[in-house]
């Protein structure tokens, strides 16, 4: 969560927008009480946003030059080169195993089907 207040308010608008686009996707779904719990978390964050730039009207304001026009998502942890490799290893793994189990299954049930004149 950032420390400035503007940069709190973009926040608190960034999640609103992202919770509005993620209650719109569930509702074209069908799923309308995830859709309807979605746009009442919007609105809290909306909320939260008017009375922060209230807040923040009420606080001295710093110099333009100090404050950041944009918010930025902070960036997500790095992973460790070899962990990142051995991840994508057992992921491949994983896919030729649930291959060869599709093709096991497909054989199986190929040849339990022929009768057995």
Known sequence: MPADFGEITAYHHHEATRLNMLALAAR????MAEAEYLSNQAARWEEAAQEQKAAMQKQPTRSNTDQSPFFSLPEPPQIHPVIACLLA????VQWIAASIRQFMARRS?????LPLR
């Open 28 to 31: 074209d779904s069908g799923s």
């Open 89 to 92: 290893v057992l992921r491949g």
């Open 109 to 113: 049930t190929a040849i339990s089907s």
